[in-house]
């Protein structure tokens, strides 16, 4: 059931615009440069950013269980918080500096097809009416450049499960870098299924793998 609605929440908002370090499983992330003060002063509040997308998909997916509706929720309403190349880096981790730009480029594309995929069945399978998600107030200095915004998914009978939201300050705004659900890394946890690929392949085995099961994902 966590698993499960790690990946329904997950795919709300995921990774950073700025600049990420990818070197070791337990790596923190590099605070992006400084953004101009218009960017800062109009962009949306991290924490209101969470909860207006959370609340958006939700009205959409307590009303639907179709896959493609669910995608098109997934296309508009998450995806342009995502950045996908951050968000490959991250997963990749060691292994993206030894990748060609072609290959970094194949990997990126590879992994959002998946993410698309895999969240929108998410929606599809795990999502009650029952489901609401409370996002805690998140204050923000104006110097700050990172803040974690908590939020927690409760059902009736079911103890609340805390999703946090590590976010970033982006020339665009507020961006996530990272989901964690119950002190687990989403992302981190694709990390170690990625290098393990490259070991038994290398960079070209995981593009097939990952590419192999979008291709059967459409098949589905």
């Known amino acids: 059931m966590i698993k499960k609605i790690a990946a329904l929440f997950g795919a709300l908002m995921l990774l950073t615009a700025g600049a990420v370090s990818a070197q070791t499983a337990t790596d923190a992330p590099v605070k992006p440069q400084a953004v101009p003060e218009v960017a800062a002063k109009t962009s949306t509040a991290p924490d209101a950013l969470v909860k207006s997308t959370v609340d958006e998909v939700l009205s959409v997916i307590k009303t639907t269980k179709d896959k493609r509706a669910l995608n098109e929720v997934v296309e508009k309403k998450v995806l342009p918080n995502f950045d996908f190349q951050a968000m490959t880096r991250l997963a990749v ?6 990748a060609s730009p072609a290959q970094q480029k194949s990997l990126e594309n590879a ?3 998946l993410l698309v995929t895999t969240y929108a069945t998410a929606l599809s399978q795990s999502t009650t009416a029952q489901q609401t998600v409370e996002v805690r107030a998140a204050p923000v200095k104006p110097a700050d450049e990172d803040v974690t915004v908590k939020t927690f998914v409760r059902e009736s009978g079911r103890n609340p499960i805390a999703i946090d939201y590590r976010m970033a300050k982006a020339a665009t705004g507020w961006k996530v870098y990272d989901v964690v659900v119950e002190n687990l890394s989403l992302v981190t946890n ?4 990625f290098n393990s690929e490259i070991t038994r392949s290398g960079i070209d085995g995981l593009i097939k793998s990952l590419e192999a099961k979008n291709k059967k994902n459409a098949e589905g």
């Open 111 to 113: 992994f959002r097809s």
């Open 190 to 193: 694709y990390r170690g299924s």
């Open 93 to 98: 981790g060691r292994s993206w500096r030894e």
